[in-house]
C-alpha cells in the first residue's frame, strides 16, 4: 500500500482510539448541522438580487443587512468594535480602461491585447497609467530569502524598469539531482511563489510594473480565473508604495515576448532554478497608455460573538467570507451576475450554522466570535484590515477556524488538510473527522499555496492557529466512485470558479458540505470548552510570533 495513505490512515485511526472525554460529550449540535438551511441560506445569497456582493456595491448593503438580520434572529451579540455589528474597511476601488499596450526593442514592436495576451491593473488612485520606454526585465521567481541562502535579484537595480517574473518558486519544475530540489518545500508552494509576494517585492525595489508568466500549473488556474475581474482591482485605502502596473502575461503571449528579446522561455525557467542566476535585460521596452477610473469606498466586516462564562476575553474565531466578484461581462447565455455560491456564500452559510449549534448550548467557556470579512477576493483585504486593527488581541485569539470552498460532490470518506505540519489544530481535525468515521487526507495540490489565499492568512502572520477548510486543495476520496469521482467534482467546481456559474443549483451535495461544517464545530467546541491553547510546530514560520505572546 502507498505509504502516504498508510500515514494518513493511522492518523484518522490513532485519532479515533484517542478521543478525549471533553470531544464526545456534547457534540450532538454537530449532527444538527441542516444541509437545507446550509441550501436555502446560499440560494439567497447567491441569487441575482445581491448582484454578485462585490465590495462597495448596492450587493455589499443588502448582503451586510441580510447578515445583521440572520444574526439578530440566531440570538447573537454584536462583535464589532464599540458595540457594532460592523467594522469599517475603507478600500480604493479603480478600473483600467482600454489602450495600447506594446513592447518594442531588437526591431520588434509586439502589441498585447488586454484578457487576451496580458492582464492589467492597477491599485493606484490616478486618472492615467502612462508608462513610457520603461526596460524589461526578466527575475527569475523573483525571490529574495536569505534564510534559504537564495537572492534572485543580485542587486540588480530596478527602479523605473518592468519585472517579469515566473510563478511559483524556484524549485517548482525542479528535476531530480538539481540542488534546488526541495529548497523551498518542493511542489508546497512557499509565500514566495504567491503572486502576492512577487507584485510586492517589485514595488520595494522601484519598478514601474509587474508581469507574471501566466503557468496554470504553478498558479493552480487557468486564465480565465486570472482575467475573472475584467481591469479591477482594490486595495486598502491609503496603502503604501504600490507598483503602476501589476499584472500576468497568457502563457502564449510570454513565448512570444521572450522570442523578440532573443531567448527560449523553457531554457530561462531552467536557469532561473540555479542559485546562480541573475536578472536579465530583454533588450525590450514597455510602453502603456491607460485610462483610469477611481473611487473611495467604504465596505465592511460584519462581526458577531457569544461571550464566554468562564474566560470571557479569549477567543475562539470562525471565519468566511462574504463577497464575490459582483458583477461582469456577459457569459455565453448573457449572464452577469458572478454569484460565489460555494466561494464563498457556502462558507457564510455554514458559519450560521455554526452559530446556531453553539446557542443550542451548553454556554462556552471561551468567547467565540463569527467573522463575515469582505474583499476576500480583491486580495484578503478585509481580514487584513481587522488583522491589523484587530478588536480581539492575537496574543487573546486562541484559534481561528476558516471556511471557503466546501465540498458539494457527495459523502466522503476523507476531508482535506490545507498547510499539513503547521500547528496541532490538524490533531483535533482529524479527532473530529474519526468521530464521523472518515480520514484526513495532506492536500493534494500543495503547489496551490492555498494555505497563503484564504482569510485566515492574515491571523496567522499574528501568530494565531489556524485551520483552513477549503476542498479545492484536492480530489475527494468520495463513497461513491472513489477519487476519479472526486477528481471530476473538482474539475467541474473549477471550472466554474470565480464565473458566472458558480451559482446554486438542487444538484449540489448540501450534505457533504454540512459534514465539513460539523467538522468545523466540534474542533471550535472543543476549544471553547476547554482551557487549551493551539500549539504552531516547531517549523512553522508563525511560531516565533506567538511565543513572542506568551503563548
Not at 53 to 70: F, H, I, M, N, Q
Not at 187 to 196: A, N, P, S
Not at 247 to 266: D, V
Not at 380 to 396: H, I
Amino acid at each position: 500500500m502507498n505509504p502516504r495513505l498508510l500515514s494518513v490512515i493511522a492518523l484518522g485511526l490513532g485519532a479515533l482510539c484517542a478521543l478525549p472525554a471533553s470531544v464526545s460529550a456534547k457534540t450532538s449540535n454537530a449532527d444538527a448541522i441542516s444541509p437545507n438551511r446550509l441550501s436555502a441560506d446560499v440560494r439567497t445569497l447567491a441569487s441575482e438580487a445581491f448582484q454578485g456582493r462585490a465590495p462597495g456595491t448596492a450587493g455589499e448593503a443588502k448582503t451586510v443587512d441580510w447578515l445583521v438580520a440572520e444574526l439578530n434572529k440566531i440570538g447573537l451579540k454584536p462583535g464589532g468594535p464599540n458595540g457594532a455589528w460592523t467594522q469599517p474597511v475603507p478600500l480604493i476601488r479603480t478600473q483600467l480602461g482600454g489602450g495600447t499596450v506594446t513592447a518594442q526593442g531588437k526591431g520588434q514592436n509586439l502589441s498585447f491585447t488586454q484578457k487576451r495576451d496580458i492582464y492589467l491593473s492597477t491599485v493606484r488612485a490616478v486618472d492615467q497609467v502612462r508608462i513610457a520606454d520603461a526596460p524589461l526585465v526578466f527575475v527569475g521567481y523573483g525571490v529574495n530569502a536569505p534564510e534559504r541562502g537564495w537572492d534572485d535579484f543580485k542587486g540588480v537595480d530596478l527602479k523605473g524598469k518592468v519585472a517579469v517574473f515566473l510563478i511559483n518558486d524556484p524549485d517548482f519544475e525542479a528535476q531530480d539531482g538539481e540542488a534546488v530540489a526541495g529548497k523551498f518545500g518542493g511542489r508546497r508552494m512557499t509565500y514566495y511563489g504567491r503572486w502576492t509576494y512577487k507584485f510586492e517585492e517589485a514595488a520595494r525595489r522601484g519598478a514601474v510594473a509587474a508581469l507574471i508568466v501566466h503557468d496554470t500549473a504553478g498558479v493552480g488556474y487557468g486564465w480565465n480565473t486570472v482575467t475573472a475581474p475584467g481591469g479591477e482591482n482594490y486595495d486598502v485605502a491609503g496603502a503604501p508604495n504600490r507598483v503602476s502596473l501589476q499584472g500576468w502575461l497568457e502563457g502564449a503571449a510570454a513565448e512570444k515576448l521572450f522570442t523578440a528579446a532573443g531567448l527560449n522561455l523553457a531554457a530561462e525557467r531552467k536557469r532561473a532554478r540555479s542559485a546562480d542566476f541573475r536578472p536579465v535585460e530583454l533588450g525590450l521596452t514597455l510602453g502603456a497608455d491607460l485610462p483610469v477610473t477611481h473611487e473611495a469606498l467604504n465596505s465592511r466586516n460584519v462581526l458577531a460573538r457569544i461571550d464566554g462564562h468562564k474566560r470571557p476575553k479569549e477567543v475562539v474565531m470562525f471565519g468566511a467570507h462574504w463577497d464575490a466578484y459582483g458583477q461582469g461581462a456577459p457569459d455565453a447565455q448573457g449572464r452577469t451576475v458572478r454569484p460565489g455560491a460555494n466561494d464563498d456564500a457556502l462558507g457564510v452559510a455554514g458559519l450560521l450554522e455554526v452559530a446556531r449549534a453553539f446557542k443550542r448550548g451548553p454556554e462556552p467557556d471561551r468567547s467565540v466570535v463569527f467573522a463575515f470579512w469582505t474583499a476576500e477576493e480583491r486580495g484578503l483585504l478585509g481580514s487584513e484590515t481587522y488583522a491589523s486593527k484587530p478588536v480581539y488581541r492575537a496574543a487573546d485569539t486562541v484559534a481561528n477556524i476558516t471556511l471557503d470552498i466546501l465540498q458539494t460532490g457527495g459523502p466522503s470518506r476523507d476531508i482535506m488538510l490545507v498547510g499539513q505540519g503547521q500547528n496541532s489544530l490538524e490533531d483535533d481535525l482529524a479527532t473530529a473527522a474519526a468521530q464521523q468515521g472518515r480520514i484526513v487526507t495532506p492536500e493534494a495540490l500543495p503547489e496551490r499555496g492555498l494555505f497563503y489565499r484564504a482569510d485566515h492568512f492574515p491571523l496567522a502572520k499574528r501568530g494565531v492557529p489556524t485551520l483552513l477548510l477549503m476542498a479545492i486543495s484536492g480530489a475527494p476520496d468520495l463513497v461513491k466512485g472513489g477519487r476519479p469521482a472526486g477528481q471530476a467534482w473538482l474539475e467541474a467546481y473549477m471550472r466554474c470558479y470565480h464565473q458566472t456559474c458558480d451559482e446554486w443549483s438542487p444538484a449540489l451535495d448540501f450534505g457533504s458540505a454540512a459534514k465539513d461544517v460539523a467538522l468545523a464545530y466540534r474542533v471550535g467546541r472543543n476549544l471553547a470548552t476547554s482551557p487549551r491553547w493551539p500549539q504552531w510546530s516547531k517549523d512553522s514560520e508563525f511560531r516565533q510570533t506567538r511565543a513572542a505572546d506568551g503563548r
